[in-house]
């Protein structure tokens, strides 16, 4: 485990050096030290122990860093201490502190990379999920659940490779960007032994109190996400395996076409999602919440909500999703000279049926696919919540082998 390893490195490199101190007459420590991490205040802060990971019904964050890590390791007790590892750290991490408390010893890297030092926790919640072929590269395929298949190919998809595959993903939402980016960077450290990065976004979703967001086309994104009960039944695993408590985590790297969005008239924008821009109200509707009504004809006997519209074929598959995506926008997209810009489109489900059903419907007749490109994929089986002390990250799933 690179923990041990790490240290042991550790050690022989501080070994060295402070050899060599001595030898200048130096005591190590005197030379430098760190101060413990200080916060301004230590509000917002999400409980690390929990019935669920922390990072799928807690209301999204403004800012995500999410990643895709391929298995470096084949050997499950290495994997097994690894996510061990990760429970300790993200429970530092998500009550605003520092990965370890910080050495008096100058010559040795710093035991966290510091950039969060005097930060507050900003409601930081960190997230793991495991792709099918966590359990192919380990040899334990047997106690992979049969709903985590590798997604199909759906029409008009346009993956790049860079954007698809991986192992293990870990999703870091905190309403500062730094915060969030520094939980993965500390995680990645600790388990270089163990894991590569494959790739990664980071993303922002950007509203004021407890409005919905808009996404970058301008429309109020999430209003008919499920709530309360319905929410729990929509999201939480219910097989009698380890994964019970659960969830699968869909991520889509959407590009949206700006240019041609930002040049097509507002009434053909709303048409295509069969609501309004401006309220987010379903057509035939007043205010945002009204309930949508597919069966609503106009005069002519035409359907209110156009029957190509994203949410009209979405919403009559009768199926629920938790979507919690952030936007993006990673500079200039070098062969065409335009944005490159689009939605991290997140969602969690209690099976992946309920992600490939709408998608394919979604796929062929969505007005929308004019404006976007799916380029990025992945599937993951995000592990119940830590529950205790005596408890961590895939516990029951190790457990079970
Ligand atoms: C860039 C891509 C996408 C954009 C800009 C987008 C935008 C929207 C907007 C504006 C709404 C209406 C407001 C709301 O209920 O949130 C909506 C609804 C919805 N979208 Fe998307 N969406 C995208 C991709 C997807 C994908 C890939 C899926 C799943 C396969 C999806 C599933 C849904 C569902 C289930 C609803 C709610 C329908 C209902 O009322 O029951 N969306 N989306």
Redesign the pocket.
């Given at each position: 485990m690179s923990h041990t390893n790490n240290a042991r490195r550790d050690f022989l490199k501080s070994s060295v050096i402070i050899g060599a101190g001595l030898t200048m007459g130096l005591a190590a420590g005197t030379a430098y030290s760190l101060e413990p991490r200080t916060k301004i205040t230590i509000e917002n802060i999400y409980p690390f122990f929990n019935p669920h990971q922390q990072g799928i019904t807690s209301p999204a964050q403004h800012h995500i860093y999410f990643i895709v890590l391929d298995l470096h390791s084949q050997d499950v007790d290495e994997i097994h201490q690894m996510f061990k590892t990760w429970t300790e750290y993200s429970r530092q991490l998500t009550q605003g502190k520092n990965v370890q408390t910080y050495s008096q010893n100058g010559y040795v890297p710093a035991v966290d990379t510091g950039e969060a030092d005097s930060l507050n926790p900003y409601n930081l919640t960190l997230t793991f999920g495991v792709s099918p072929s966590f359990f192919t590269k380990l040899g334990i395929e047997k106690a992979k659940p049969a709903e985590l298949v590798d997604l199909p190919h759906f029409p008009r998809d346009q993956l790049k490779a860079e954007f698809t595959g991986g192992d293990i993903c870990i999703q870091a939402c905190a309403d500062d960007p730094q915060v969030a980016f520094h939980a993965v960077r500390n995680l990645v450290r600790v388990a270089r032994s163990e894991i590569t990065m494959r790739w990664s976004q980071s993303g922002f979703n950007s509203f004021e109190g407890t409005d919905?967001p808009r996404?970058l086309?301008g429309?109020?994104?999430?209003?008919?996400?499920p709530q309360g009960e319905e929410l729990d039944k929509t999201v939480w695993y219910e097989g009698n395996n380890w994964l019970k408590g659960g969830s699968f985590l869909v991520v889509?790297k959407?590009q949206?076409f700006l240019e041609t969005w930002d040049r097509t008239n507002l009434n053909e924008q709303q048409h295509t999602?069969g609501?309004h821009r401006d309220s987010?109200a379903a057509y035939g509707q007043k205010k945002e919440f009204d309930p949508?009504d597919l069966d609503k004809k106009d005069a002519n006997g035409q359907p209110v909500v156009p029957e190509d519209s994203?949410?009209h074929l979405?919403?009559k598959t009768g199926?629920?999703?938790l979507?919690r995506s952030f936007s993006y926008s990673s500079g200039i997209d070098s062969r065409t000279g335009q944005f490159d810009a689009?939605?991290l489109?997140i969602?969690y489900q209690k099976d992946p049926q309920q992600?490939i059903t709408?998608?394919n419907k979604?796929g062929n007749i969505d007005k929308?696919n004019e404006y976007?490109t799916?380029i990025g994929s992945g599937l993951f089986a995000c592990f119940a919540g830590v529950k205790d002390e005596n408890d961590y990250l895939g516990k029951a799933l190790f457990e079970a082998l």
């Open positions: 919905t996404n086309f429309f109020r994104d999430g209003t008919g996400n889509r959407i949206m999602f609501r987010g949508v994203h949410m979405a919403h199926l629920k999703m979507r689009g939605l489109f969602s992600f709408i998608q979604l929308m976007i799916h």
